[in-house]
């Protein structure tokens, strides 16, 4: 895999100079040479897995996704997904707590787990020998887990204070919060991941045993595993393991009954509204936040390739304009367009030097987006995007669980973990046209929001 990758890369590099249909037909064929040897089956209790026989080293990576995270909470609960997420290494019924660090770790192996918006996802790395066991501690805490009384409120402090770490002493946490509060409010994703302060400190071990028995279930999670492991062998240990866990035949109408497509509505005040937060830092940062769109349509694909146009590194329109320049206004600035499953965002960050102001810098900022639009998206700064995206989604594969990660992703977002010779297809078939229309639909002050913190506020 590593030397088809090294081709694929320097084929890509190659094609730089050649003409843009030149480009674009070596950078299809670099994506649909890429392949796995990866087999997938759905078991009747509705699990599905996902394994890649990778035999150049004796290692393995496992990645379990299980499809729930913050936008399936309701108020008292909320935070119950990362909560849940820390108590799935405090032990189950057959592997008691501590017993499962000391199998990954004291066997030379590496684990973790995260939350988001919308998925909870564990991973293991480990040598291919212990891929049976593994298979049995994950089906233990699947089924079987604890969720011991003195465990759980030691869990509270700790989740309590990342919550206090990550946002209420952090300026940069406490700004991202505040703007996917106000971009998504009344929506499920106008909340924290981590949790309400309230519902951490009231949650009950038994409201979160019910939110286990709901979500933590066969049909709701998809499990992927790459590196030297046999198809077969490994479908066999899944269905020994996994096979007696019944599928939870409520879970289908309970996500339906929480999270319409309706709820995802954006609901919020708009129109260049201004959050003013109060913060620790002598300089003020900044989001520009603009209504974005879900993942899957082709305008995701579009604000993409534009956020790195507008802020992917040095070479970027608003590295030149605001932080390069002569004269600059801002010690450094970004884009990026943040796709979830039923929404997204599109935002500009970045921080001021002192002697630069908010209010010329939000106005500053919507005249450059329209301006640089209209006249400085190229064919040229488009394929470079293009070129530059392909190498960095295809750089990631040379690791057991970059793969995993990669195959995962899209088997969950998408339904079909191949999804990816497709996703080339549409980026590489965007143009500078689309671009520029994507700059008059959506990064207007009618569709932001305009957030800073500093000491000062």
């Known amino acids: 895999m590593k030397f088809v990758m090294q081709l694929i890369m320097l084929s890509l590099l190659a094609t730089a100079c050649s003409s843009s249909k030149n480009q674009e037909t070596s950078m299809d064929a670099g994506a649909e040479s890429v392949s796995f040897n990866a087999k997938k089956k759905t078991f009747s209790n509705g699990l599905t897995a996902i394994i890649v026989e990778n035999p ?5 990576s496992y990645y379990t996704y299980y499809k729930v995270g913050g936008k399936h909470e309701k108020d008292g609960v909320t935070g119950a997904s990362h909560y849940l997420e820390h108590m799935m290494f405090k032990g189950a019924k057959k592997y008691k ?9 004291g066997n030379g192996g590496s684990n973790n787990a995260y939350t988001t918006n919308d998925l909870t996802v564990y991973y293991e790395n480990l040598p291919s020998q212990h891929l049976k066991k593994i298979i049995d501690v994950e089906a233990d805490r699947m089924q079987n887990l604890a969720l011991n009384t003195d465990s759980f409120e030691k869990e509270r402090n700790v989740v309590l204070e990342e919550r206090k770490m990550r946002y209420e002493n952090s300026d940069r946490g406490k700004l991202y919060l505040n703007m996917m509060k106000a971009i998504f409010e009344k929506t499920p ?6 949790g309400k302060i309230k519902d951490l ?9 019910e939110y286990f028995k709901m979500f933590y279930a066969p049909n709701n999670a998809v499990v992927v595993i790459v590196g030297d492991v046999d198809h077969d062998k490994t479908f066999d240990l899944l269905e020994d393991k996994f096979g007696s866990i019944p599928m939870n035949k409520k879970l289908k109408n309970y996500k339906e009954s929480i999270n319409s497509e309706k709820d995802f509505d ?3 005040r708009y129109n260049g509204r201004k959050i003013s937060l109060k913060g620790t830092s002598p300089s003020p940062n900044f989001f520009l936040a603009f209504k974005g769109v879900k993942i899957g349509p082709r305008d995701a694909y579009v604000l993409d390739i534009l956020s790195s146009i507008l ?7 608003l590295n ?3 932080v390069l320049n002569k004269r600059p206004m801002l010690s450094k600035v970004g884009a990026g367009n943040y796709t979830l499953q039923d929404s997204g965002v599109f935002f500009i960050n970045g921080e001021l030097i002192r002697a630069a102001n908010l209010k010329v810098i939000q106005n500053s900022l919507y005249k450059t987006l329209q301006k640089s639009c209209k006249k400085e998206i190229t064919e040229r700064s488009v394929q470079r995007i293009k070129n530059q995206y392909l190498v ?5 594969l040379e690791t057991n669980a970059g793969i995993a990660g990669f195959l995962g992703n899209r088997e969950v977002y998408y339904g079909d973990y191949r999804f990816y010779t497709k996703e080339t297809k549409i980026y590489n078939s965007i143009t500078v046209d689309e671009l520029k229309a994507a700059c008059g639909k959506y990064l207007t002050k009618k569709n932001s929001i305009f957030l800073s913190i500093w000491n000062k506020n």
């Open 392 to 396: 960095d989604m295809l750089s990631g």
């Open 266 to 268: 954006f609901k919020g």
């Open 189 to 194: 994703y106008g909340t924290s991941v981590i």
């Open 201 to 209: 400190k009231s949650v009950t071990r038994d409201q979160m045993y």
């Open 320 to 322: 030149q304009k605001y």
């Open 311 to 317: 802020g992917d590194g040095g070479s970027s329109i």
């Open 56 to 60: 150049k080293l004796p290692v393995f």
């Open 97 to 105: 707590e501590g017993e499962f660090d000391k199998i990954v770790e």
